[in-house]
């Protein structure tokens, strides 16, 4: 009987992902209740800094493993773990710096589109406790025949070089 698994997938290597499997470069080691954005948020030595902004109240990390160039993580300052929990001031923030970040990924990357939004909780795909909004380009036709075929992502930039563009270009924020 045929399994149900995508094909090629125990045969693909990642090789910018082998530190973060090794525990290297960003896979900090978390005694229990510790929070890897709060450990970011302190700018802990320990976790790798790609941090992209900040203001009083959050700051726009990019995700060490993105979906596509540009995908990034507007996080509060403050450690809350359910949206129900931010103040007024932090939702006002949240989302205000999420959309200059998204009219800044417009400029640079020229998606098609994007994917907005945030996990609560393991159950809804959360993976980690601190509430966060993801920032996803998207493109026409950008789910390729190896994402099908191996559950894998071939991205077209690497994460330095995204980190790099990004801060480049954060003061174009002030403009918006």
């Given at each position: 009987?045929?399994?149900?698994?995508?094909?090629?997938?125990?045969?693909?290597?990642?090789?910018?992902?082998?530190?973060?499997?090794?525990?290297?470069?960003?896979?900090?080691?978390?005694?229990a209740?510790?929070?890897?954005?709060?450990?970011?948020?302190?700018r802990d030595p320990d976790v790798v800094s790609n941090e992209v902004y900040?203001?009083?109240?959050?700051?726009?990390?990019l995700n060490l493993y993105?979906?596509?160039?540009?995908?990034?993580?507007?996080?509060?300052?403050?450690?809350?773990?359910?949206?129900?929990?931010?103040?007024?001031?932090?939702?006002?923030?949240?989302?205000?710096?999420a959309q200059k970040?998204?009219?800044?990924?417009?400029?640079l990357y020229h998606p098609h589109g994007f994917n907005i939004g945030f996990n609560e909780g393991n159950a809804a795909g959360a993976s980690i406790d601190h509430f966060h909004i993801q920032i996803v380009p998207r493109y026409n036709g950008d789910i390729g025949f190896m994402e099908i075929l191996s559950g894998s992502r071939i991205l077209v930039e690497n994460v330095d070089e995204t980190l790099e563009k990004?801060?480049?270009n954060v003061y174009k924020l002030k403009d918006y």
């Open positions: 009987m045929k399994e149900d698994r995508p094909l090629f997938t125990q045969h693909l290597h990642v090789p910018w992902k082998n530190a973060y499997v090794q525990n290297r470069n960003g896979k900090p080691k978390l005694k209740g510790e929070c890897v954005f709060c450990k970011l948020v302190d900040r203001n009083d109240v959050a700051l726009v990390a993105p979906y596509n160039p540009g995908h990034c993580l507007v996080i509060p300052l403050s450690h809350k773990e359910h949206f129900s929990e931010l103040t007024e001031e932090e939702i006002f923030n949240v989302f205000r710096l970040f998204v009219r800044l990924l417009e400029e990004l801060r480049k």
